[in-house]
């Protein structure tokens, strides 16, 4: 009765953590930590597998090993290889891009090394922008799951036979455990490659070993029903701290993975509470198993494992067919969700349902009563055939892929642009910097300078090739005299030649993949130097939406005596376009300093300016970026 009351509250568990994991896919910024489902799903099969295992030690004596991997391979491989041929066909039909490396990446998944694939061939920023990101990324969890599996059985038996007390089997879980946390934050403070820390097996192990250490200390048949009230006040009192938790990590920004503390103990906090949850739910004295029951939550719990197979494809196949994803916020994403929810429950009904309960006998009665001339399951038939066909193209698909080449993004055209800047970036700021922190600040009178501007426009004109895209020579000469600090993501960095060039006193740090996370300790860095200039231009809000609030923040450490100019986005297939610019809007109204400069309007009806991405400008298209930024700059900088 125990163990069937907590699967009821475990699937209401599955449930809110596969919901964490797709909200946090629609909108990254909103459900920062939606990614931690994943510890979700790792802290309980550490916990139900181990429970189940030490139970059978305690009352035969020993555990059947054949039947637990034909069980687990039953259970998880139908799914997984269904959306592995039914991504692979969609890919040789529709997108032949993500043909590179799919049989190494199906061949990795079926072994359960996906993980390590990953960490040796991750995708780079340009790889990601150029092609999208692979409908196959999130395969690593079911990789890890895989491995956990396979060894499990024989840790259990180590355990059994050599720490006898579960004390001490509780105590090597657990320190086991803390390792694996105390490992990803040394990795990380080293400096070591992301994806090595985020994918790695004995990074991630914690949530798995936490879980695993739970039901040594905690099993489930041996937790009494019958307890005082004052000891269910206190396991729902406890359930309710640890669920508020969860909740809060969930949505706040110090858990986003662009920063440091989820790996500085972060995600080791959230897999902590849990873990006491998952305990809390197991106990039959509390009411949190009933409190998690519904039929919403059994649903989508009983269909986890199909939602979370089926998100990246639909999600990746569905974006990569849509172009202005930036204008359809709602819509588009209520399409994928539909999709996500209707391949899951397919899968349910025609792969994880009756393939988990396969036998070799029922397989061959199947397909012998399925051709029979006699046999009128016509539907039966026509889902066979449907389903050879898919498998035919998709094996196709996979057979082919080694002859396709892959593309290096990496050499393109705009990665070498974006190269040689940072170079030069890193050269010229070393003077600026120094020139600004010898300076003395002093203000210079607007009508002075632009008298100035117009002798010199005469006898010594500069960058006379920019007139063609809009800039006066006044201009021009305006822009060589004022002093800036700027902080912008790829963008910025594949102009920040052209911006030097128009604007040479301008301390410009610009770097691939960044987010609005980051500005906040840049302007610390510069303030620290005392080399933050009066004008400040941001260009941050390609690679993800941010709040008021963090826009609040980095005002508020800029202080009302900095000219801040804040360019808008430019990025139509991505979701966060509008809600990055509508917000930019509104802090207008709230801080006099504030400039937009809007590159959205200026350049959404030229898409020969943009690489094939529709976001990084080409040659051209950055001398129409940086000239409306020099133009916007002068007419409001503050000399």
């Not at 030690?57 to 637990?68: H, I, L």
């Not at 998690?292 to 649903?299: K, Y």
Request: net charge positive.
């Amino acid at each position: 009765m125990t163990k069937n009351r907590f699967i009821t509250g475990y699937s209401g568990l599955r449930a809110l953590a596969v919901i964490g994991v797709i909200l946090y896919h629609l909108n990254p910024n909103t459900f920062v930590g939606g990614y931690l489902g994943v510890p979700i799903f790792f802290v309980l099969s550490g916990y139900l597998v181990t429970d189940h295992m030490f139970k059978a030690y305690r009352e035969q004596g020993y555990y059947d090993q054949r039947k637990f991997y034909l069980g687990r391979i039953k259970k998880l491989y139908p799914p997984l290889i269904a959306v592995l041929w039914l991504s692979a066909a969609y890919i040789f039909l529709f997108q032949r891009n993500l043909l590179v490396k799919l049989a190494q990446i199906v061949v990795a998944n079926l072994l359960n090394v996906y993980n390590f694939w990953q960490i040796l061939n991750g995708q780079s920023y340009f790889e990601r922008f150029a092609t999208n990101e692979s409908p196959f990324t999130h395969l690593w969890t079911m990789s890890i799951n895989g491995q956990f599996y396979l060894l499990w059985p024989i840790v259990i038996f180590l355990l059994v036979k050599f720490a006898k007390k579960r004390k001490t089997s509780f105590w090597i879980l657990f320190g086991v455990s803390l390792a694996s946390a105390l490992e990803m934050a040394v990795m990380y403070h080293s400096g070591v490659d992301i994806n090595r820390i985020y994918y790695g097996t004995d990074t991630r192990f914690f949530s798995l070993g936490l879980g695993a250490a739970l039901a040594v200390i905690w099993p489930m048949e041996k937790l009494r029903k019958n307890v005082t009230k004052v000891d269910t006040w206190l396991l729902d009192g406890v359930g309710l701290v640890s669920l508020c938790g969860l909740i809060w990590l969930f949505f706040s920004s110090q858990m986003n993975p662009e920063q440091a503390f989820p790996y500085y103990g972060g995600m080791l906090l959230f897999t902590l509470l849990t873990t006491i949850l998952v305990g809390v739910i197991a106990h039959p004295g509390s009411h949190w198993n009933e409190w998690l029951t519904n039929p919403v939550f059994n649903w989508i719990g009983s269909r986890s494992y199909g939602i979370y197979l089926y998100q990246f494809p639909v999600m990746i196949f569905f974006e990569d067919k849509v172009t202005n994803m930036a204008d359809h916020v709602f819509l588009y994403p209520l399409i994928e969700v539909i999709l996500i929810l209707l391949l899951s429950e397919i899968s349910y009904r025609l792969i994880e349902q009756p393939l988990g309960k396969i036998t070799w006998v029922k397989f061959k009665n199947y397909f012998r009563q399925l051709f029979k001339k006699s046999t009128k399951n016509y539907l039966g038939k026509l889902q066979a055939i449907v389903g050879y066909l898919l498998f035919l193209i998709g094996t196709t698909g996979i057979l082919v892929s080694p002859a396709v080449k892959a593309q290096d993004f990496n050499k393109s055209q705009l990665a070498t642009r974006i190269r040689a800047n940072q170079v030069q970036q890193k050269k010229d700021n070393q003077v600026l910097i120094t020139k600004l922190q010898k300076a003395k600040k002093k203000t210079r009178q607007r009508t002075k300078l632009v008298n100035e501007a117009q002798r010199t426009a005469k006898s010594h004109p500069v960058n006379r090739s920019f007139k063609k895209y809009g800039i006066s020579q006044i201009d021009l000469q305006l822009a060589q005299k004022v002093q800036l600090t700027a902080i912008g993501d790829s963008v910025m960095a594949g102009s920040s030649n052209m911006l030097a060039q128009l604007m040479p006193k301008a301390v410009i740090d610009a770097a691939v993949s960044r987010q609005l996370s980051v500005a906040t300790g840049l302007i610390n860095q510069y303030q620290s130097q005392k080399a933050l200039a009066n004008n400040v231009l941001i260009g941050l809000g390609t690679n993800g939406p941010f709040s008021m609030g963090d826009l609040d923040q980095l005002m508020k450490q800029m202080g009302p005596k900095t000219q801040v100019f804040w360019i808008n986005t430019h990025v139509p297939a991505k979701p966060w376009q509008n809600q990055v610019n509508s917000l930019l809007k509104t802090a207008v109204k709230k801080y006099p300093n504030l400039i937009i400069i809007d590159w959205y309007n200026y350049s959404k009806k030229h898409s020969n300016w943009f690489y094939q991405d529709n976001t990084h400008p080409t040659p051209v298209g950055s001398k129409y970026y940086s000239v409306l930024i020099a133009k916007t700059i002068v007419k409001h900088a503050r000399f």
